[in-house]
Every structure is written in structure tokens, then in C-alpha cells.
């Protein structure tokens, strides 16, 4: 397993719920975790909303004291250069949407590259509407490298209508994500779902493997 | 209605406005409505359109100004604070009797307040905001699906009615997700022979103006304009009711508020308490006809306000003496439905 975690797609496709999860499998293999909350794009909707639920399940979380509050700061946690010089622990980073959100990567980008194990996944919802296609949501992935100088090494399928998912709601998203990993090379880390459907999705044969998703605290 | 797509309230008017045909969008930067200018800067160009960060809220009012002179359909968006800065043009625009689309995600006030949402921006809406005499139309969304409905409506109802027309949302309506059918939404466009195009000798030239030397025809434009107003007060007020035929107690709530006095509606009923509600869409016009019907048979009016009570004011004209109560939480607070449960029993006590 590569020691840093990364995260980045089009804002809102739910990169924070799927960071959080990879976070929470690592502990409960019994890894070192320190997630890391660097969405210098939107003050709401932070990992820090389940900073209580992951301190719980001993995640160390290194997010802003102003999240959460009525600061909009677009700054970095003051912690944050320790997820690369303490290589004792795995690191999870949850990276803001957009090419504007993966922008934050940019001064990390040595680091990485040095230690050189990194996964940087794409994540990606086929309901977004600025991501409804495969090339819509390659062009929004090749923003998103230009932005922060890093190659994405996987892609994480995330397809879902909030509430009203349903199993076959993802079904119909295979085809787009295998075409959107044949258009890129890159190979598909897997599926996610809400957990309370995951066991549906796994029987319907679907392909590769399947991420159940706790939803974090929402509006 | 269309294929679905999972959507931000924000994302939601930008698509919308774009899918009304709306080609020019200036704005400025602020949380919690930016994801509406960052939708705009990424689409506009791929459908030929015009995104413009202007220098700031007053820039882009004015530009908007200017847009809305030549006929086409032009929308500005931000929150509160950003929202007093453009009342000068917005006065203007009125003045000169143009259509455009103004967006109010509203936040916590006054002065910088906070991201979160609010709703304490209805005065500055319904009751002018700018100088002189003149009104909005303000929609009021519930839902991200109202949020694009209710932009594609407001294009409609200022090119119809040739005034400003403002989508007064909040920060929760704004930032939350939820699926969207946006494509099935039909524009109603509209001919506007007095648009400043060109002549190309055709026609004595349009002019578009706020100013009148003479006091009495500018006293006569006002007037024709407040027969207009009486007409949309007539055809385009609009509201929702939710258990009113036989309800004791009615709430008055709408946006987020709306949605959670839904939700405690629901829950007095299902205790066998009486409780209805009338759900605003238009504020401006305000409903007071549905207050009026409700006042024959209800004892008592409950306004659910994210604010420290600003539509209280207009239920209290409309509901003839009919005891009206204010349950809010302001700063940036949402009630809860227990809060709400609890201001609605007391009042059946009475």
C-alpha cells in the first residue's frame, strides 16, 4: 500500500465521503492514519464535520481551527507539512474540487514526488452535471494534473444521486467509468455506494470492487 | 421532465439561467453563492456566452444595466453584503423599466455577518432596498429543483413585466445537493421593440434612461409603472399550501425555513394537532390573499423567519387582527422542527 492518499475530482462529486472511508479501512487494519482536510475551495461540507467520529476510531485529523465557523479562509492547516516529513504514518489527503482546488498541491508536489508512493485518485460522479460523459469528465481530470503537477494513478466511481440512489442508479454508470479508464489508461480502484446498498451492487456483477460509504453529516 | 443530475442550488440557477438563454452573467465573489460565478466562468464560454469578474458588486450591476438595455437576457448573483453594494443599479434598472435576473444567496447580516444562511435580506427585497419608488419581483425557492425552476421563471415574469426580477435563496438552499431535472424547463422569451439594437434606419432610436426633466412626466412614468406592478400583483402571485383546509394554527414560512416547517407540520399532524402551511414562492407580490382565506378560519399565524422578523410585517397587514407570533432563529441559525412544534402547541393553548 503506497503511504499517501490522495484525493482530488470536479467539485462535489464526493471526495470528502470517499477520503474518509480509505481513512477509516487503514485504521481498522490497524495503520497509523492522519487525514488531512485541504479544500482551500469551500468553507462548508469539511472533514472536519466528522473530526469527532474519526478521533473516535483513532484518525488524527489535521484540519483548520476556522472550519466550520463564520471565517471563509481559503489557508492550510498549520500541521499540514507534517503528513510529509512523519513517514511513520499513513496519510490521507482530501483535496478541494476543480482545477482550483487541486491548485493547493502545488508546494507539496517535491514531497511527493521524492517520497514517491503516492495514489492519486480521481474521483468522479457521472450525475454531475459538468461530468456527465467520459469526455467531459477527462477534460475536467487533465485541469485538475495541470493545476497541481501530479498524474492521477486511479479512478474512484462515485456516481450517485444523493437520497434518491439506487443500485441501478451506479449500474448505469459502468460502461462511462470503464471508457473514462480506457480514454485515460488508468485503472478503476473501484466503485462506491452507500453502504446500505453496497451488498446489492456486489451480487449484480457488477465489475471491480465495491466501496460502501457511511455518508458524513449533511445539510 | 429530463434526465436527472445531482446539483448545487448555486449550479442549478447557473444552468437554469443558461438553459432560459440567458448569455451574460457579471458578478463578483462571494460565499455562499460563488460556486453560481465559478458555473458560470466554466459554461458560459462553451455556449457563446459572456462571464465577467468585474472589479466589484457595482461594476457588474451596472453592467448588467447596460446588458438588459439591448434585450438580452443577463443575470448578476451574490450574497448579502455583495447585494446592498448593487442597490444603486438595481434602482436604476427599475427605472428605466429593463428585465434582468438578480440573485441573492442571502447570508448572516448585518454589515459582514457570516456564511451562514439567512433570510434577513426580505425587507431590502420586498420593500425597494434602492431609492425611489419601485418594486422586484422576488421568487423564493425551497428545493435545488425551485432554484431552477423559479430562474427560469423570473427571466419570464421581468421580460413579461420589463422589471428587475431577484431569486432571493439562501445559503442552504445555495450549497446543499440534491437531484435536479433541468432540461425539460421552458423559457418563454418575449419581442422587445424598445431594446437599444441599432436602428440601421429602420426606426426613430430607443433610448433607455432613468431620467425625466420634466417632474411631471416622470410623475406619470411612475404611475403607469405602479399599474404595472398592480397587474403582477393580480396574475403572478404565488403560493403553496400544505394542510390548510381545516388547519388551527397556519405557519408562514418559506426558502429552508418552508422545509423545515414542512417537516413539523408533519409531525403536529400526525399528534392530531391542526397545523398547516402557506409557503410564500413570490414575496414579492406577497400573498395576502391566501393570508386574508386563511385568517377566516385559523386562530392563529405563526412566521418562521431566519431573521429577527422582517415578512412578520406583511402576514400582520394581510391577516385582518388575526393573532400572529414570530418563531426565528438569525445570525445564521436554522430553527429546528421541535422548535417550531413547541411555538405552534403554545399557540393552540391559547
Not at chain 1, 132 to 145: G, M, N, S, Y
Request: glycine letters at 8%; a negative charge; charged letters at 20%.
Amino acid at each position: 500500500m503506497k503511504r499517501l492518499s490522495l484525493f482530488c475530482g470536479h467539485f462535489g462529486s464526493g471526495k470528502t465521503n470517499v477520503a474518509i472511508h480509505f481513512a477509516e479501512r487503514m485504521a481498522a487494519q490497524g495503520l497509523p492514519v492522519t487525514i488531512a482536510d485541504l479544500d482551500i475551495v469551500n468553507p462548508y461540507f469539511r472533514t472536519k464535520d466528522s473530526e469527532d467520529a474519526l478521533a473516535a476510531k483513532g484518525i488524527e485529523v489535521v484540519t483548520l481551527p476556522f472550519a466550520n465557523t463564520n471565517v471563509d479562509l481559503p489557508a492550510l492547516p498549520k500541521f499540514v507539512y507534517t503528513l510529509f516529513t512523519d513517514r511513520s504514518r499513513q496519510a490521507v489527503l482530501d483535496i478541494g474540487g476543480d482545477d482550483r482546488g487541486a491548485l493547493v498541491l502545488g508546494r507539496f508536489v517535491p514531497f511527493i514526488k521524492e517520497e514517491g508512493s503516492f495514489e492519486l485518485y480521481y474521483v468522479v460522479n457521472f450525475y454531475r452535471y459538468l461530468t456527465r460523459t467520459p469526455d467531459e469528465a477527462l477534460q475536467v481530470l487533465r485541469e485538475i494534473e495541470a493545476a497541481c503537477g501530479l498524474p492521477f494513478t486511479a479512478v474512484i466511481n462515485n456516481s450517485n444521486l444523493g437520497r434518491e440512489t439506487t443500485v441501478q442508479t451506479v449500474l448505469d454508470t459502468e460502461k462511462k467509468a470503464a471508457d473514462l479508464c480506457v480514454l485515460t489508461g488508468l485503472p478503476l480502484a473501484g466503485t462506491a455506494i452507500r453502504e446500505d446498498l453496497a451488498e446489492q451492487v456486489r451480487k449484480s456483477g457488477l465489475c471491480g470492487t465495491v466501496i460502501p460509504l457511511t455518508l458524513q453529516k449533511g445539510v | 421532465m429530463g434526465e436527472k443530475f445531482l446539483m448545487k442550488g448555486n449550479e442549478a440557477i447557473a444552468e437554469a439561467a443558461i438553459q432560459a438563454g440567458c448569455r451574460f452573467y457579471f458578478g463578483y465573489p462571494i460565499t455562499p453563492q460563488t460556486e453560481l460565478a465559478a458555473y458560470m466562468a466554466k459554461r458560459m464560454p462553451k455556449v457563446g456566452g459572456t462571464f465577467l469578474q468585474a472589479e466589484s458588486e457595482v461594476a457588474a450591476i451596472n453592467m448588467v444595466y447596460g446588458v438588459a438595455g439591448t434585450g438580452k437576457r443577463v443575470m448578476t448573483s451574490s450574497s448579502s453584503p455583495g447585494v446592498s453594494l448593487k442597490q444603486e443599479g438595481i434602482s436604476y434598472i427599475a427605472g428605466a423599466d429593463l428585465p434582468a435576473v438578480i440573485v441573492n444567496v442571502q447570508r448572516g447580516g448585518p454589515g459582514l455577518g457570516g456564511i451562514q444562511p439567512s433570510q434577513s435580506d426580505y425587507f431590502q427585497a420586498t420593500k425597494g432596498g434602492g431609492h425611489g419608488d419601485y418594486h422586484l419581483i422576488v421568487l423564493t425557492p425551497a428545493s435545488v429543483q425551485e432554484m431552477a425552476e423559479l430562474t427560469v421563471l423570473a427571466f419570464d415574469l421581468a421580460d413579461k413585466y420589463r422589471m428587475p426580477a431577484m431569486l432571493l435563496a439562501d445559503g442552504t438552499i445555495g450549497q446543499m445537493m440534491e437531484p435536479v431535472s433541468i432540461e425539460g424547463i421552458t423559457p418563454h422569451p418575449v419581442e422587445k421593440p424598445w431594446a437599444v439594437t441599432g436602428t440601421e434606419g429602420r426606426r426613430p432610436h430607443n433610448i433607455i434612461n432613468s431620467l425625466y426633466l420634466d417632474p411631471e412626466e416622470l410623475e406619470r412614468m411612475n404611475i403607469e409603472r405602479f399599474a404595472r406592478y398592480r397587474k403582477v400583483e393580480e396574475n403572478e402571485t404565488r403560493a403553496e399550501e400544505y394542510c390548510m383546509e381545516d388547519a388551527d394554527v397556519a405557519i408562514v414560512a418559506f426558502g429552508i425555513a418552508a422545509r423545515v416547517a414542512k417537516n413539523a407540520v408533519a409531525a403536529l399532524r400526525a399528534e392530531g394537532v391542526k397545523a398547516g402551511l402557506i409557503r410564500p414562492i413570490t414575496v414579492w407580490p406577497f400573498p395576502k390573499k391566501v393570508i386574508a382565506n386563511a385568517a377566516k378560519h385559523v386562530k392563529a399565524f405563526l412566521s418562521v423567519e431566519l431573521s429577527m422578523g422582517q415578512m412578520i410585517e406583511d402576514i400582520r397587514l394581510a391577516a385582518g387582527g388575526v393573532r400572529t407570533e414570530l418563531c426565528f432563529r438569525a445570525g445564521g441559525m436554522i430553527p429546528s422542527p421541535e422548535q417550531i412544534i413547541k411555538a405552534v402547541k403554545a399557540l393552540e393553548e391559547v
